[in-house]
């Protein structure tokens, strides 16, 4: 008998297994995305890139806690151009094995578009609108938060480039299903969420904030219930009709399953790679193989949105 299927196609690109390596974490380079294809990564997103070199913001920029972290590297990356060698490498070690997303972001619409229209010509599959990054002064959430720059952000990349778009959403809103369906109404193929929470901390002893940028963005297990959340509304809005990736927290099967369950086809998965290591998406893969199993259910997709509830 065959075993359950994993795959699942999401925005017309077809992953051999829902779990995608999240923007911004062991992707410097091509090979370590090629790694984490290795070690059984579906997919696999770029460092957020703009169309000129970047530096990030200097240390400290990274605060953890038990419970997940904080960081503001402030978008750090050497450009399009700088980076393209890195896609070539994971292009030519993966051979179309897993899609690569490109994530980009600038400082003014027209600056999104730049980008976007320069990744597409290095060959990656999919772009990623980076609208959400709450870290860097004037770059991201200025542009995440307001539904009709979203609208308008993402029409003017659909424009740009011929491959799918997907915008990837701030958690810091009053209605994240007005921000979706702004996306939505721009024309974006596919919704990513979430990215981080905006958060600080402060040394009590010093009384200054840990982090040169006083403020940064909150990840892993302490999003969680946040990010599940922001998909099961979403998905559970019939206002918005797009297929969703899920991301916030993810380091179990269990946790997977939820995102899936709350409507996300596929989900991303960050801090629990810094923390742990690649190994992750393998033991994700044969826990919910065998849930899959012991459940009956013979493929991935079948549990999309399947938490009660949810519409189909
Ligand atoms: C160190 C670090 C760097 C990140 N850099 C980016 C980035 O450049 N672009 C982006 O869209 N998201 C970035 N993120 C956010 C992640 O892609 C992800 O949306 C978020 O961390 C939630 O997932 P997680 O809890 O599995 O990490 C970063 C996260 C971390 C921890």
Redesign the pocket.
């Known amino acids: 008998m065959e075993g359950p299927k994993l795959d699942v196609e999401v925005a017309g690109i077809r992953f051999l297994n829902p779990l995608i390596l999240?923007?911004?974490?062991a992707?410097e380079t091509g090979a370590s995305m090629a790694e984490a294809v290795r070690m059984g990564a579906g997919g696999v997103?770029t460092?957020?890139l703009s169309l000129e070199p970047r530096e990030g913001h200097p240390n400290p920029c990274?605060v953890e806690f038990p419970y997940?972290?904080l960081?503001a590297?402030g978008?750090p990356?050497p450009g399009v151009r700088g980076y393209s060698d890195e896609v070539e490498e994971y292009l030519s070690t993966t051979r179309g094995s897993a899609p690569i997303i490109a994530?980009v972001?600038g400082s003014s619409i027209e600056e999104y578009a730049m980008a976007a229209g320069a990744v597409k010509d290095l060959g990656v599959h999919a772009v990623?609108i980076?609208g959400?990054?709450p870290n860097a002064r004037g770059l991201?959430l200025q542009f995440g938060q307001d539904p009709l720059v979203i609208e308008d952000l993402v029409k003017e990349v659909k424009a740009t480039v011929p491959i799918p778009v997907f915008f990837?959403l701030t958690p810091a809103c009053s209605s994240i299903v007005d921000l979706a369906q702004a996306a939505q109404m721009g024309g974006a193929d596919g919704l990513?969420a979430?990215?981080?929470m905006p958060a600080m901390k402060i040394d009590v002893r010093t009384r200054m904030p840990v982090l040169t940028n006083v403020t940064g963005?909150?990840?892993?297990?302490a999003?969680?219930p946040v990010?599940v959340r922001c998909v099961y509304q979403i998905a559970n809005s019939g206002k918005v009709h797009l297929p969703i990736i899920g991301?916030?927290?993810?380091?179990t099967w269990e946790d997977a399953l939820e995102y899936i369950m709350a409507g996300a086809s596929a989900v991303?998965?960050?801090?629990?790679?810094?923390w742990g290591n690649l190994d992750v998406f393998s033991k994700i893969k044969e826990g919910m193989m065998t849930y899959m199993i012991e459940e009956r259910i013979g493929r991935i997709s079948d549990m999309v949105g399947s938490a009660k509830g949810v519409r189909s």
């Open positions: 999240a923007s911004g974490v992707d997103v460092k957020s990274v997940g972290i960081n590297m978008l990356n994530s972001f990623e980076n959400s990054c991201g990837k990513v979430v990215n981080t963005g909150l990840s892993g297990p999003l969680r990010g991301a916030g927290g993810i380091s991303q998965i960050g801090t629990a790679v810094t």
